[in-house]
């Protein structure tokens, strides 16, 4: 099997791997070429992050994946069960069933039933494709988290967003080709957005909302002087290089600060939301004290997905919901209901739908007994719900189902590599042939498994 980048360098005979070897340089080289063609005026070569040509002609071209942490309640969101309203109170394992406290309704042509929670987000029922029948191998947070980001729990291996960044790299050279906006903290941390063994220019970068987005973006010195104080130190790094053969945290170190010296002089105003309309500003929620922060978040989303970034996740806290259910779902929902529909509005407007893939998912779900007296639920990674939008998925249906009670799912179920397999065939990469060549065997997001959903393609 040729190893994914080994067909850019086939007119030269020779895999990624020779390549790398041949050069002594690797990626810190092609970081430094591309800082030379930049100078001169003469392309040498693109760097890593260049945008490459998929396995087949792809139906998304970049993905803005919303983490909801702590476990949304799939029973009293997107998961209708009519017979769980019927059995409230009956004994089932653990505890009693409760049926949902809030009504569902078809929403749209389709008629997609969904939460009175989402009143705004139900104004785009036709465009959502809602995965009942997810599943996933761990109720634990930690491991869940990492599992829906890396494909695996029990191994540090590179996050979903850096596999597509290495498979497709990036339309902007100025811009990161991943960039993660307030990534969870203590739930695995940076290995969510990491690049483990592929090169760290896949990694992702972090951005932050507030007054600091990107920590010392700015710099102090003429841009003149930057740039010959960079020279110096790329050159001691490239001697460094050279005698180390193929370093590849050193090769990092000097793409990072090659893209960090680009990053400067577009980063600032790609994050500056005064210049947006108030219309736009009120649409997303930024004037509201429940939704400024994930609206925030969904405005710099739209931003970064149309100047070039390949892969934007964004995050909601606070899904944890064992107790005071009946309070703090309904404050979840409204935070993110608004500014996601205005992010889908958006995407639609400026034609950005069609080849940008959304997609909203939790670590896993909630159960449909009840805890702590009825106001609470335990978690479920059995059964829950995902949806997708647009990037190539249909439109305003359901696939797969949770048992009568949405306890576990029972048909056609999804995994979480099914799902990474699904997103990768949408970006126009074969998950199969998607591979990276580490301590001697052939790593892939979705390890040995997974299944593209086919029945969800448009």
Known sequence: MLHHHQRYFDQR??????????SSLGFGFLALAGLTSESTGKEIFQGPLAAKTPHFPARAKRVIMMFMQGGPSHVDTFDYKPELQASEGKSYGRGNLLASPWQFSPQGESGLPISELFPH??????????????HTDNPAHPQATIMMHTGSINFVRPSMGS??????????????GFVTINPVGNLGGAQNYGSAFLPAAYQGTRVDTGKDPIANIQSRRPRKEQREHLDLLQSLNEDALRTANVDTELEGVIESYELAFRMQSEVPNLLDLSEETNA??????????????????CLMARRFAEAGVRFIEITHRGW???NALRTKLPSNCQAIDQPISALLQDLKQRNLLEDTLVIWTGEFGRTATDQN????RRHNNRGFTTWLAGGGVKGGIRHGATDPV?????????????????VLHLLGLNHEELTYRHSGRDFRLTD??????????A
Request: aromatic share 6%.
């Open 13 to 22: 005979l020779c895999s990624r791997r020779q390549m790398l070897k041949q």
């Open 121 to 134: 987000l139900s104004q785009h029922a036709d465009d959502l494709c809602l995965i009942n029948s997810m």
């Open 163 to 176: 596999w597509a960044v290495y498979g497709l790299g990036t339309t902007n050279k100025n811009l990161p």
């Open 280 to 297: 736009t500003k009120e649409a997303y929620g930024l004037n509201s004290r429940e939704t400024t922060n994930f609206g925030t978040q």
């Open 320 to 322: 944890d919901q064992h």
């Open 373 to 376: 007296n009825g106001n609470g």
């Open 406 to 422: 949405g306890m576990e799912s029972v048909e056609d179920k999804v995994h979480i590599h099914d799902l990474h397999a699904t």
């Open 448 to 457: 040995v498994y997974g299944n593209v959903v086919n029945d969800i393609l």
